[in-house]
């Protein structure tokens, strides 16, 4: 080794124990400070180590020294006056030029023509800097700083071999202090990231191949249930993922190796994962979102770690399924009239959507709880309901329960359900027996709201034997159903009402039998629109009014509800009488339209087609009178129809009215057709039926009989509409029955 | 002169509208209304109704009042109720200006 001869004997030794020395710490202020100490007494007075930092300025600082005081005072002016890298400072210098600097003999001017003040220049001067040498710190090519030794006062002066021999030192406390500053380096980004890691509101952990978990953060404890990071870093592989029961989105559980995290380790590339985890010790429930990333081993290439961060979308994710659920729920409660099939629907719609068994009960009239809807996500649990309700079905004066939430009308919940609390609640051992089967863990009951505010049923959802849990979050969603559902119910029974009285009412405004013709046919045919919920305003009538003449009317009163029945009946009876009391047609109508302008709140109108029947010597004489209504069809034996009859003015809106009579005969053969625009105006706007397409049907009327004939274009309305009329349809026929009626 | 314009429907629905347009203060202050029928694909005998109420209220007020001729859905149920003969009927409002 060429050095060591340069250096001497001494110089080896100090080399060999610089070796020693550096090679023990990785802390850059002891490393410094070793060096600085390894050169004093033996090739020494002073020593300085200046290093740069990355902003260029030359801040760190160790000195070694004889004289302690000396070492004091320097390291405490070189921290006040820093050296300018610019300056002419030999340790600035030879930081520049990375080459050593021997300056053998120093002359107090020499000292105060690179002093960093008056301050500096009288310590050098005081303590009579004699002689320096000075060598870069370098490692990976770059200058890290600077070793200057020094000689006071008497000593000898420094020579070339002092010089190598200070180099030698320097390249290898370079190296040291090269990697004590990486050190630190890396320890700070540790330090940092470790930081951020722990600040960070998203769960992390950190799971080596084995599945254990060599590092976790604050919220990831706290998202897993336990009080500290510690507690699942000191787990035993799976440990962790055992404290949760891992759904995906459908509800299939997970094994460990379905994770993200597992599956990088297998060598796959997974996606972010959506998993339901449930909290086995608490039954909390939580969505997450999980992503996971490698850490590679740069040399090997090989995952050594997996970093999990978890992100908590339980609030979020639990609104999304609250609305999806409570708009499937409503669409349900809307879809039918019947409120036991649509309750039946929803209670499997909540069970397994937010419970696992859900139970809807309703007060009757005479004050009992009636079970309408049950339903577990069981079959076997589903029939210990049953039984449970056949049993021991809640009664009105329960303390606790349905009955307590009939009473008060508030929504209850029944958390963390306790073997206590059930054998306070059991009738008897039997029952007790029985609930214990059941398993339930929770329980929240809500009233069904109806529009008095009074609760007029409940909603009973539950969770058990499963691992999920009904806490407080899930109470506001229960309450939504319970008022969307006393919505749904309370319409249902006013429908159910309203229907029977509407049917009762249609009954009364139409006649219950036709009169006889002789010789004649006569058919009627009524719908009402829709599910027969409202009294219509279309009517019909057939009188016998005089020996051998009849009245037949079709009319159409406006508007729908209790008032257009009153005035149907009105029309009706004005009708019927102005008929006995022998007026023509036009002033039967006239009489009417009085009447109508005479109704107290007024705006009553009413289209009728009157038409008279008058038998005379084996002919048919018709007399036609309309007001505001379409006119009748005449339809001829080959199913040619055409009108009858002239327009007259709508009844009850202006003064006066304009009635035409038009007398006909009605052969054998011909039908006269009485319609209300019920029939042609079904299928608007898109498709209407129209006059056209009424007198397209009655080309049929050949081949059917009397009533095929109204049923058929009845069809035909009810079809154009969809299936569902939207306005009543009255229709009256007549024709002359030829000899037997066989051919019709 | 204000021009009521109808579109879309005039039924029982649709009527309490061309109610309250009625008492709008325009309406309420012009010297002649026409309800312009153009526009409107359909009618019923409410409707008619609206549109007699609106000719009572014209009158009271002493306006003049008009409606322009409808399409045939409208003619038609004017004609059938034979209300045509009780209301000015005009092909355009300008037709209506002195």
Redesign the interface.
Known sequence: MSVGREVGSSGMDLLVEAGAVLATSLDLPTTMSQVARLTVPRLADLCVIDLQAQDGSITEVAVAAGDQQLARDLESLRRRFPIDPGGEHPAARVIRSGAPLLLAEMSSSLLRSFAQGSEHARLMIEHDYHSAAVAPLQARGRTLGALSVLRLADGMPYGEADLALLSELARRAGLAIDNARLFSDLRGAEQRLEAVLVNLAEAITMEDESGRTVFANQAAADLLGVSAPEVLTGAEPGATSGRFLTLDEEGTELAPQDMPGRRLFAGEHPEPMLVRGIVRATGEERWLVVRSSPVVDSATKRITHVVNVFENITVVKRAELAESFMAEASRVLASSMDYTATLARVARLAAPQIADWCAIDVLTDDDEIERVAVHHTDPDKLALLERLDREYRPRTDDPVGIAEVLRSGKPRLYADIKPDALADYARDDRHLELLRELGTTAVIVVPIVGATRAAIGTITLASGPTPRRLTRADLGLAVRLGRRAGTAVERARIYTERSRIAHILQRSLLPESLPEIPGMQVRALYSAAGELNEVGGDFYDVLDYDADRWMLVVGDVVGKGPRAAGVTALARHTLRAAAISGRSPSAMLETLHQALRRQPRGGDLCTVCLVTVRLSAGRTHLNVALAGHEPPLLIEPDGEARQLGRPGTLLGVIDPIKIAETAAELHAGQTLLMFTDGVTEAGRPDDALGSNGLRELCREAPSLSLQGLLERIERAAVERSGGYLHDDIALLALCVSVQPTAER | MVVVRLDG?LD?ASAPLLESEMERPEVGAAARVVLDLREL??I???G??TI??AQARSREREQEFAVTRGPEQVQRLL?????A??LRIVDSPEQMLP
């Open positions: 429907e029982l694909q359909f019923d005998s409410t008619l109704r007699f109420t004609s059938i109720t034979r209300l003969e009780h």
